[in-house]
């Protein structure tokens, strides 16, 4: 059985110390009452919710699965996760961040990125639910007609219903402008809507009356890729005009995916079978409705990235401490045991001081993301929501592709400090290892957000959000310029943001000479940056560690980690950078 603690003080520490949340929130429009003290009494609730009831089914959830009844087409989900979305439902807490008129709390992102943070780490599986319903009712507050909000937007708020996200097809993936699935013209202004999804995420299940589908299909006329393709309201039941569940529709889980990891989460195949659906939003304009909200949903998936790391740390330091395994090189430190514990070994610290950089470095850019993502939406004028918009833009692939993929580095590390136990199932640790995989793989592979990064954010958009980034780091150095206590972060941070602009220049010229330098560095751009991204932050914590009036022990740990992640793992900036600059050369056709 594997432990679990919200990190309460180091989210604390990031969304004040380090990033100044409260001073941002509060002077947003309308943010006059998300102080401190409200903050931190929504972080400890969610934090007892989690450890209470989400962390104790984490592994008898994955042990057990989904289980699919084929006769009844029905997803039966693990023990104790309809009992959590339950509580949490009563909570209040599916309609955090929603809008007070739909029924929600309209708390700022940024306090949801940070109880997001504490669900999943709890329970990633179970966290699926809540996030799928999410991204739909964002969906429906952007695009939705003001009955369509009525009906459907307000009970998933209130935690009844539940919605699901069906893009993906068999020959659709990364491609959507390859989608089949066709809508029909039907009576009253409805839709028929029928073809099959894969990989639906809550597809089906039971711990909501009603499921909510927000899918995506071509009308008759609609032309070919990616410019033909509508959005559509589906629901399992259909609604009464007095919101009460009429018949059944015409949709249904014909199978759930058997899965490496995340099995308490239905993944399921959809198939539609003439249902009757209703358009969202414009026609042939669905694909770019989805995108409006896809920000948000690689969010809440670089967050995920964060939760496992976080379990995984917390585990293995907690494992590191006890296990009494050969003796320090520089003699006994604990003489009178049979053995020293695996903390005495500058191996092991190698990995758990990985494992933290990652976690804490990663925690810091998904905060500071989801603020911006406040900023952009309610910040008080005009030119402050464009550069806040600008930031979001560039930073979104940073935060759910570098995350996603540092988790299975942290997660990775996080197992080898058990050594063979960690293999082993009851370790609970191996767990967290399949859970991750997936994170690199939806919401856009890492391959998807690099060229994003580089061929969307810097190369069409001329790097409008990166620009700003830069001024801020450049500023940064600047003030710190003479604080004799940070010279060792500045100088390589610096450096490096100075590199960072001229590898990004010339490359920008070697695409515009050949276009296929774009795919050959994307990959290793999105690294380069992230690695730069996370000097930066990490120079912030300990400009805030020094300044703040925390334990000595408390600042100590920020400096040693920001020491050890600036000499040990900003260089790999430099093997990035001799990989982009090699060119698309080393990337020969094959047979
Ligand atoms: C557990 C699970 C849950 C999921 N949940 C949902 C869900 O709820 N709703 C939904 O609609 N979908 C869902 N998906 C689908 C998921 O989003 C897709 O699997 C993902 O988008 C990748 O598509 P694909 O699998 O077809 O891979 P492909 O698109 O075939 O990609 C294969 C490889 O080629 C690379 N590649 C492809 N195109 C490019 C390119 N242009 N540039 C660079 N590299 C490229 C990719 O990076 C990848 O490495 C889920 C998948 C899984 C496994």
Same mark, same amino acid.
């Given at each position: 059985m594997t432990i679990y603690k919200a990190p309460l003080d180091d989210l604390r520490f990031a969304l004040y110390d380090v990033l100044g949340a409260e001073q941002i929130l509060t002077s947003l429009q309308g943010g006059e009452g998300h102080t401190r003290d409200l903050v931190d009494a929504v972080l400890e609730e969610a934090g007892r919710l989690s450890e209470a009831l989400l962390a104790p089914f984490n592994a008898s959830g994955d042990e057990e699965g989904c289980r699919y009844d084929k006769a009844t087409q029905t997803v039966t989900t693990p023990k104790g996760f309809k009992e959590a979305f339950k509580a949490f439902a009563e909570g209040g807490w599916t309609g955090l961040t929603q809008a007070e008129h739909f029924g929600g709390q309209a708390l700022p992102n940024a306090i949801g990125t940070a109880t997001t943070e504490i669900f999943q780490a709890g329970n990633l599986s179970w966290s699926l639910y809540p996030l799928l319903s999410e991204g739909a009712c964002h969906a429906m507050e952007l695009h939705g007609t003001k009955e369509q909000q009525d009906t459907y937007l307000k009970p998933i708020v209130e935690g009844r219903w539940t919605g699901t996200m069906c893009l993906t097809e068999p020959q659709a993936g990364s491609d959507l402008g390859l989608l089949k699935t066709r809508a029909e013209p039907g009576?009253?202004?409805?839709?028929?809507?029928?073809?099959?999804?894969?990989?639906?995420?809550?597809?089906?299940?039971?711990?909501?009356?009603?499921?909510?589908?927000?899918?995506?299909?071509?009308?008759?006329?609609?032309?070919?890729?990616?410019?033909?393709?509508?959005?559509?309201?589906?629901?399992?039941?259909?609604?009464?005009?007095?919101?009460?569940?009429?018949?059944?529709?015409?949709?249904?889980?014909?199978?759930?995916?058997?899965?490496?990891?995340?099995?308490?989460?239905?993944?399921?195949?959809?198939?539609?079978?003439?249902?009757?659906?209703?358009?969202?939003?414009?026609?042939?304009?669905?694909? &770019?409705?989805?995108?409006?909200?896809?920000?948000?949903?690689?969010?809440?998936?670089?967050?995920?990235?964060?939760?496992?790391?976080?379990?995984a740390l917390q585990n293995s330091a907690n494992y590191a401490r006890e296990r009494l395994q050969g003796r320090s090189l520089s003699g006994p430190k604990f003489p009178e045991k049979p053995a020293d514990n695996l903390l005495v070994q500058p191996d092991v610290r190698r990995m758990l001081l990985t494992q933290r950089a990652i976690v804490e470095g990663s925690r810091a850019l998904l905060?500071?993301?989801?603020?911006?993502?406040?900023?952009?939406?309610?910040?008080?004028?005009? &030119?402050?929501?464009?550069? &806040?918009?600008?930031?979001?833009?560039?930073?979104?692939?940073?935060?759910?592709?570098?995350?996603?993929?540092?988790?299975?580095? &942290?997660?990775?590390?996080?197992?080898?400090?058990?050594?063979?136990?960690?293999?082993?199932?009851?370790?609970?640790?191996?767990? @967290?290892?399949?859970?991750?995989?997936?994170?690199?793989?939806?919401?856009?592979?890492?391959?998807?957000?690099?060229?994003?990064?580089?061929?969307?954010?810097?190369?069409?958009?001329?790097?409008?959000?990166?620009?700003? @980034?830069?001024?801020?780091?450049?500023?940064?150095?600047?003030?710190?310029?003479?604080?004799?206590?940070?010279?060792?972060?500045?100088?390589?941070?610096?450096?490096?943001?100075?590199?960072?602009?001229?590898?990004t220049l010339a490359l920008a010229q070697r695409v515009q000479a050949n276009p296929e330098e774009l795919g050959a560095a994307a990959m290793d751009y999105l690294y380069y940056s992230g690695y730069a991204t996370l000097a930066y932050l990490w120079a912030r914590s300990v400009a805030a560690a020094n300044a703040g009036n925390h334990a000595e022990a408390f600042k100590q740990a920020k400096r040693d980690t920001a020491a050890f992640y600036f000499a040990r793992m900003l260089p790999r900036c430099r093997m990035h950078k001799a990989a982009i600059e090699a060119g698309v050369e080393t990337l020969p056709a094959l047979a």
């Open positions: 009576e009253n202004g409805t839709y028929k809507i029928t073809g099959t999804k894969i990989f639906i995420s809550a597809g089906e299940h039971d711990l909501a009356e009603n499921i909510i589908h927000l899918v995506l299909a071509r009308l008759p006329d609609a032309p070919a890729g990616s410019r033909g393709i509508s959005m559509f309201i589906v629901p399992k039941f259909k609604v009464n005009a007095d919101g009460s569940l009429g018949s059944r529709n015409t949709v249904a889980a014909s199978n759930i995916e058997h899965k490496m990891g995340l099995r308490g989460s239905a993944t399921c195949v959809m198939n539609f079978d003439a249902a009757e659906g209703y358009l969202i939003g414009q026609p042939h304009k669905g694909l &770019a409705a989805m995108f409006t909200m896809m920000n948000a949903a690689r969010l809440g998936v670089g967050v995920q990235g964060l939760a496992l790391s976080e379990r905060l500071y993301t989801s603020l911006q993502t406040d900023v952009e939406a309610h910040g008080v004028d005009e &030119a402050t929501r464009k550069n &806040a918009s600008d930031l979001v833009a560039f930073l979104i692939p940073i935060a759910k592709g570098l995350v996603t993929e540092l988790a299975q580095e &942290a997660t990775k590390e996080a197992l080898q400090v058990y050594g063979g136990h960690g293999y082993i199932v009851e370790s609970g640790v191996e767990q @967290f290892v399949r859970d991750a995989r997936i994170i690199t793989l939806y919401e856009g592979t890492t391959g998807i957000q690099a060229a994003d990064l580089l061929g969307r954010k810097i190369l069409q958009l001329q790097g409008a959000g990166f620009k700003l @980034f830069l001024q801020e780091i450049q500023a940064f150095c600047q003030e710190h310029a003479q604080n004799a206590a940070m010279a060792s972060l500045i100088a390589p941070l610096a450096k490096t943001a100075k590199e960072w602009a001229d590898l």
